[in-house]
């Protein structure tokens, strides 16, 4: 029996998101007789407690016991690369990328920059930190609309809709609150789309899983981090594209996933713009992508593996699997 440590809390803007995350895995863990779970939940700022009990122990004491870490963990600390070190020091094969991949996911300006390097449509961007927040930038950068939204932090968090150049203080105020820096980027109006992608599935090194079309509520701006888990989304899925649309979106989701070096599994954020002439296809651009989504009921990349016939506890089992492969 393989005790897996299920990693989930820490200090991050998504904390809560990330024990939904975990207390979902390890349910899943219950039904999989193959496996003990090894709940560790990591308080706000960074104590680990371990056990049903919440036993404060520290990392490598923690770790001592298992054979396979389940990261949990969404944002800051867990996706950043700094959890990855810790479990990567004390020889812990974990789920999920690896140290490297994750730090450069994490920070949006370097993974477009390598992204675009290799040829994938994303939105234009501009960097703005705390000493240089000239509007006037803004102005000669892009027409309104734009989204404003810090350099390092998943979920939508701090992420605004800016419509107007009276709107964008509170924006940028909005967005310091998480990082030193932020972007500005041109608002792509279009049809929201999200795939993910798991590796050694299905005869594939990586195999993208149907595309997910996210529909806000009406009167929401986008899709932002009160829209994502509030159960109001409308979420197709699998959403209704074909041929080489389809083909598209999943081997974008697939390229995007090799281009940064990620590992076991991922999902990449898409819009896509309609044509302004009508014998053209609608352009596809990249938003971001994440390299530990989310595993909550609401989560989006567990539905996509449903509708394939992958129910959650066996998606759990393989991602253990390729951890421990390693």
């Known amino acids: 029996m393989k005790r897996v440590a299920v990693l989930m809390g820490g200090p991050s803007s998504e904390h809560d998101v990330s024990v939904l995350s975990g207390l979902n895995v390890i349910r899943a863990l219950a039904g999989l007789p193959q496996y003990q779970a090894v709940p ?11 056990g049903d009990e919440r036993v404060w122990m520290n990392p490598g004491d923690a770790l001592r016991a298992v054979d396979v870490a389940f ?6 600390y867990g996706e950043d690369g700094k959890v990855q070190h ?7 094969p974990y789920t999920g990328s690896e140290a490297l991949a994750s730090s450069i996911a994490m920070n949006k300006v370097l993974a477009q920059k390598i992204l675009e390097s290799e040829g994938v449509r994303m939105p234009r961007s501009l960097v703005l930190g705390a000493h240089n ?3 006037r930038t803004v102005l000669a950068f892009a027409p309104a609309p734009w989204i404003v939204k810090p350099v390092s932090r998943g979920s939508s968090v701090g992420v605004s809709k800016v419509r107007s150049h009276a709107e964008l203080p509170a924006a940028f105020q ?3 609150q ?8 041109e608002y792509i109006s279009g049809r929201e789309i999200t795939c993910g992608v798991i590796e050694g599935h299905g005869g594939e090194d990586v195999r993208a899983l149907p595309p997910v079309e996210i529909i806000p509520p009406e009167g929401a701006d986008f899709f932002d981090y009160q829209v994502k888990y509030n159960g109001q989304t409308q979420e197709l899925c699998p959403a209704d594209f074909h041929g080489a649309m389809l083909k598209l979106i999943q081997d974008t989701a697939k390229k995007v996933h090799r281009i940064l070096g990620f590992r076991h599994y991922s999902r990449t954020d898409m819009i896509l713009k309609p044509s302004d002439q009508t014998r053209r296809a609608p352009e596809l651009y990249v938003l971001e992508a994440n390299t530990l989504p989310g595993l909550t009921g609401e989560s989006l990349l567990p539905k996509s593996a449903r509708a394939i016939g992958i ?3 066996d998606l759990v089992s393989h991602l253990i699997e390729r951890a421990h492969m390693v």
């Open 40 to 50: 560790i939940y990591i308080t706000n700022n960074g104590a680990w407690l371990v």
């Open 71 to 76: 990261n949990a963990l969404h944002g800051e």
């Open 86 to 92: 810790i479990l990567g020091h004390h020889q812990i």
């Open 133 to 135: 927040l000239d509007t």
């Open 174 to 176: 909005k967005a310091l």
């Open 178 to 185: 998480y990082d030193s820096k932020l972007i500005v980027q």
């Open 311 to 313: 129910e959650f506890p």
